[in-house]
Structure formats: C-alpha cells, structure tokens
C-alpha cells in the first residue's frame, strides 16, 4: 500500500530515534467525500476499511517502523492530535460480516448498526490507534499498528477528520534478542522487501551485521522429501543447478534422527532454520503430501487454530522462523498473539505422493521455465460465478477488480498488463460451462488462470477431480503451455484433504491438477479451507489477497515479449 498508485491523498509521514522512543509523526490530506445511497462514503488512498460487523466502516491506515536494532515495542501514546475545522454530516455504513464462498449468506442479508454504537453519544472509535505488536523480517524489528483519520459521532451524525498525529512509541530491548540476532541477515532482496514495508528504510543504516566467515558454502535452495520420492527429484535438483543454483536435499528420516522438537512437523522446522542460519537458504521446497490424522505424511504440516477450525494447513510455519507458534504451550498452534507475519524464506509445496506425480510436476516446471509455449504467455482467463442471489453478488464484480486495477475499497492495485489478451467467463454476463475451460486450456492457450466462485475439496470452476484428466486438458507444454492457476474458492487447495465433513481419501483438487496429470496447472495458489467474500459487495480478504498477488504477477509480466 506504501508504494501504491496514489488517487486520492498524500500521507506525509516523519520518524525520529531517541533511546528508548520512536517520535512518529504523521500528517493526512482531506478525504474525497461521496454520496452511497443514504451513507457517507469516506475515501482515503492509503486505507482500507477494517471494523466488525454492525460496527461504522471507517477507513484505517497500517504504520510499519523498523525499529533499532534488537528493540521491541511496549505500548503508543498519543502526543498530539490535530483535526481539519471542517467537519462533515452524514451516516456511515455498518460494517458487512464476511461470509464463506461455500457458505453463502442468508436471503436479503443487511448487516445491523450495533446499538452500543450508533445509539451512544460519543466518538467512534474511542481510540483512534491500535495497540502495536512487533514482528522480525530476518532479524530487523517491524513495529505494526493501524490508525483511523477519522471521528464519527452516529448520534450527532458529524464527523471530523485527523489533518495529523504525533505518536510516541515506548522500545525496549526484546526478550528474544539472542532468536533475533541468530536469524539477523541482509541482502538486496531483504532490503528491498524492508524498502515496500516500512515508513523510515533509512533506519536500515544503524543495523550492524556479524557475518560469519567459518561457513563451507551456501546453498540457495533447500529441498525436503523421503528416499522413495527422492530419486524422482533428481532431474529437477539437476536443472536448478544447472540454471546457477545451488540445492541442498535433506531426507526427512534423517530429520528425524539428527533434529529436536515436539513433534516431526517441528523437527522439520529445526531443520530449516538451522540450514537458514548456517548456509543461508532462500528457498525451501517440500517435496510430498501432507498427510493427515488418516494418512501418513511424506512431509508434515503444522495445522493452526483460527477460529473453530483447530487444524488448518499452512506451511507458513516453515518460513516465517521467529518464535514457536505456540508461545502458551496448549497446542493449539499460530493463535492471534503467536503469529509471525514476516517470512525469512520462499517456500513451496510439490504435493505429490508417488514416482509418477514427481515426474508430472516437476516436467511443467521445467518446461514452464526452460521452454514455455512463447504464444501462451500473454493469455490470461478470468473466471467468475453467482455467489449470492439476495443481495445478488457477482465473482465477475470481483475479477474486474482484479483485471483492470484500480481504487476499491481503500486499495490501489495495477491491473493485468496491457500486453495481455484476456477472456472472460463471467455467469454476471453469460452462461459457461467446465468444456469452455477445456478449449481454453487446450486449444486456445492461457498463462494465468484467476477463478472466484463455490468450490470444495474436490471441486472448483464446475468440475469434479474427476474431469482432471489429460484428454480434457491436452495442454502439453509444448503445443499449449502450462498455467498458473488462482481460485479464491474455499477448500479446493486443502492440501490434508479435509473438508467440514470429515477427510477425504482422494487428493484435493489443486493437488490433482498440478501433480497428478502430465497437464493442467504448472501451480496453484488456492485455499487450504474457506475463501471469503462480502454480500452486495467486494471488500472481502480474499479479494485483497487476490489483487496484491495479481499486481506482483502483472509487475512481472509487463515487459512485452519480443
């Protein structure tokens, strides 16, 4: 967001160092003010709207500083506060309450002002900053809070907007500071990614670095899978290699022997920081399925807590590599103070099971990168269902969104670049069917693929696992490329195989199109349990998501072909 296109407002900001405080300041331009019906609509170009359901939709800006070395945040004081003297009358909206894709929600759903709120005589919010927390990107403290510009009194129907804020951030030096050194590393690709995040990158001079000269060697990638599969990997290991990289590959029975930690799924962890802070890996690859309490696991997973689901799938736990993610011990694992927001690698899952899975991903990744179909390349789909009849609600609202770029919701994002063709299968416009993908998979050739409609474990864009197979998807990687696929569906990326009614035995249906055909999807980003959407409206997370990924791709793509 920092980096954004900005439409609307400039948000000036200065940060200054004294020991033990960080003196933030903070100056915001007026809003562009719009009529929505009866509600006032409040647009800033650097905030997103973020508040509960039944709560006033007001605009919030993230603050990221990067802190002194070894220091952690304790609290923020408001120093001064400074508002613009005209103030405005209206009502805001109440919040809309995220539901499932799966899950649609209730005929002629509204969301209900919360009473506490809207029927109280007094501000909203009652404290205009968020308490901040402190995540490490390779061993370089983030401190990260939200702020609202904006005071909205519902009873007297005003509101008043923030013209600047003075904060006081109260450090000290961290209780993991041993951790945060172990893992303290930098190179252009850290400093580019501190650059994108934080408000004061200039603060990176005062790092001071131990870089240790008793190393043998790097290694750039890490690969990690068991001896049946391992021989299957081999070709791939020897075309990363043979492309400048070096690759290091750990069997996770020896993991198992040589690693510590309370389960294997942490043993592995073990394993990769140890390979992160001795030979300064970038990138780790999980070579096989994750199992599941019915199925034993090639290559673990650690299952987190969000909400009522106790074990949802993530490999994050693996590349974001600060603290355990079960800081109180209970089991339940990635809870809201345990998370780690910032990963220290690239990582990646080839969910694959036997020899012949291993040979069909890895030959579209190598195909994909050494040889890809030049034609296919500029071609992109963007597929969208009906996913709610009242409010009626359109995944083609959603892709629209995501293919043209734009200001929604608070957010500036690219859209596919302009040297790309692009096909549209929108319900919101016209009746399609699994054998119009088909024909775009096989005959007409596509590069990206960018889905948002009802899906499950075993089913997305109106076809079962069943239908993946290579005589419907005769895209070879040489005649039609490979494509990266993108579905905001729920489940149908559950890489354990789970669904609400239990596990599967059958591999879920981004596992099937990857690994097991020779053809389809080269990858897939997906969910591994439900994607979110907003009845009547798009200012859901997985839309978010879904607009950085495609503004990163469409960066990527922009430089026309030759």
Known sequence: MKKGIVILVIALFSVFLFGGNIEYFLSMEFPE???NGEYLEINYS????????GEPSLPWKGIDILLPQDEEVTGVNIVDIQYYTMEENGVIAPAVRPFPISQPAPADYQAVPDPDIYERDGVFPQRSVSDA???????HGIASLKFCPVEYNPVRGSVRFVKSITLDLET???VRAQEVEANLKINPAIEARIDQ???NPEALSSYRYNESNERIMDYDILLITNSDLEPSFQGYIDFKKSTGFSVAVELVDDIYNSYTGIDQAAQVRSCIISYYQSYNIQYVILGGDAGNPNETAIVPHRGFSVDDDPSLPSDMYFSNLDGTWDNDG????????????????AIGRICVDSPTEVT??????????????IEDIEKAVMVGESLNDSPQTWGGNYKDQIANGGYYNGLSTTGISDNFNVNYFYERDMNWNKYSLFDEFSDVGINLLNHLGHSSVTYNMKMDTGDLTASNFTNNGLTRGFVIGYSQGCY??????????????????AEKFTGGISSGEVASISNSRYGWYMPGGTNSSSQYYDRFFLMGYSAKASVKLD
Request: glycine residues 8%; proline residues 3%.
């Open 360 to 373: 069909n991903a890895i030959n579209k990744l190598i195909f994909y990168q050494n040889s890809p179909v």
């Open 492 to 509: 149908n990326g559950s890489f354990d195989n789970w669904h609400y009614n239990g596990y599967y035995t059958d591999d879920c249906f």
């Open 46 to 53: 650097d905030c997103i709207e973020i508040a509960l359901e």
């Open 33 to 35: 003010l719009n009529m």
């Open 330 to 345: 209970d089991g339940y694992w990635g809870e809201q103070s345990e998370i780690d927001p910032y990963a220290e690698l």
């Open 172 to 174: 000290r030096n961290s």
């Open 133 to 139: 927390y402190t995540g490490y990107l390779c061993g």
């Open 197 to 199: 995040i934080v408000d």
